[in-house]
């Protein structure tokens, strides 16, 4: 992913060097000086990602150290409210409206509307299943 826009920026450049310079040796060394500032770029880019997880792991880290239940207790609940959520839409409500309807009820049903946790459900696990398919298929380093 180019957010900064320095993979086309760069691109272009390959296609300067091949218009601009006729001779092949000056065009292989200033394809290769382009290489190595887009290789440092990402080098750049990388090391700062890496900062800013190394930051928040230490951040969780200390949350969930804290023995106050209001700092160390509010991602357990995010994750408890999130997995209620998804059991009741999942499976007790299906389960529930099976039953009501089998043995003759012809009300309505009471409609809850779980999509905001839902979203923050599959967000939480979502994250975690894209790093591993990244991992899976060695795309780590293609950002």
Sequence with gaps: MDLAGLGSL??????????LIPDPTKKA????????????G??????AETDLLKGQLDINKIEAASTNWF????RPCIGWICGLALGYVAVIDPIARFIALTMGYKGLF???DTSITM?????????????????????????
């Excluded at 060394?29 to 440092?40: G, I, N, V, W």
């Excluded at 990402?42 to 090391?47: C, F, G, P």
């Design 10 to 19: 760069f691109d272009f450049g390959g296609k300067l060097i091949d218009r």
């Design 29 to 40: 060394e200033a394809a290769l000086e382009l290489a190595k500032l887009q290789q440092s």
């Design 42 to 47: 990402d080098l750049a880019k990388l090391a």
């Design 71 to 74: 700092v160390a207790g509010w």
């Design 110 to 112: 009471p409609v809850i």
């Design 119 to 143: 979203q923050v459900l599959l967000g939480l696990l979502g994250l975690g299943a894209m790093r591993t398919v990244e991992k899976v298929k060695g795309a780590e380093g293609n950002r």
